[in-house]
């Protein structure tokens, strides 16, 4: 079965706070996407992994193929970093499947 | 660029009614991508076309739901006839050949749809 499982499911930090949110898969993957949906609802596409880490801003994610793992962090959070972060894995064949989400409040 | 478009934002309907939602994609893009999110299920991928052409399907959940490409700057997804558990946020994406292989992914707003 193909499972995409986020943690923590909510997270609240405060302002400044170095910031972890994780993504486990069950099966061998293409690629690894991590998406942000803002309060609003909007959806802001962040990353695109297959391998290695990959940084924009304060925003880095890593991923390990062999353990089959993902993480994103936020360095120096702010509270404009508050939203839902969205795991999303890709397989061969282009079949999507997303976790839950992690929802993020950071306190100033 | 006016990026992805979605209409309409919001709509409310009766079961059985027939809905119809809309998508044009930013100029040049040519994956198209139709997801629902729901409280329950959360995101998933419905369908995605590349150059017009429906590529997989396989995440509609039923033949009430139908999705068309007519052409490169329309889409539409359409419910018929509407159930009360279709309620909820459709989004479309678009993407470059290039991006999509980046992962640059852009999104509409959605349309919140609720179902009677």
């Known amino acids: 079965k193909n499972e995409v499982e986020q943690s923590p499911q909510n997270l609240t930090a405060q302002e400044g706070e170095f910031i972890t949110i994780n993504c486990s898969y069950s099966?061998?993957?293409?690629?690894l996407h991590w998406l942000q949906q803002h309060p609003g609802g909007g959806i802001v596409s962040l990353f695109m992994?297959?391998?290695g880490k990959k940084k924009h801003g304060r925003l880095i994610a890593t991923i390990n193929i062999q353990e089959k793992h993902s993480s994103l962090h936020i360095t120096a959070s702010h509270p404009r970093d508050s939203a839902v972060y969205i795991c999303?894995?890709?397989?061969?064949?282009?079949?999507?499947?997303f976790g839950t989400g992690t929802s993020l409040t950071v306190i100033p | 660029d006016a990026g992805v478009i979605q209409s309409p934002r919001h709509e409310v309907t009766e079961m059985g009614q027939e809905v119809t939602l809309r998508c044009k994609p930013i100029?040049?893009?040519?994956?198209l991508f139709w997801y629902r999110q729901t409280m329950m299920r959360g995101l998933e991928l419905l369908i995605y076309?590349?150059?017009?052409?429906?590529?997989?399907d396989s995440g509609m959940p039923e033949d009430r739901f139908s999705a068309k490409m007519p052409n490169a700057s329309f889409s539409t997804l359409k419910i018929q006839p509407s159930e009360p558990r279709d309620s909820a946020v459709y989004f479309c994406?678009?993407?470059?050949?290039?991006?999509?292989?980046?992962?640059?992914?852009?999104f509409g707003e959605g349309s919140r749809l609720t179902v009677l």
């Open positions: 994406a678009s993407s470059t050949r290039t991006g999509w292989n980046t992962g640059e992914l852009f």
């Open positions: 099966v061998g993957i293409s690629a």
């Open positions: 999303a894995v890709r397989y061969a064949g282009n079949q999507f499947y």
């Open positions: 992994l297959s391998s």
């Open positions: 076309f590349n150059n017009n052409v429906p590529i997989d």
């Open positions: 100029s040049g893009h040519d994956y």
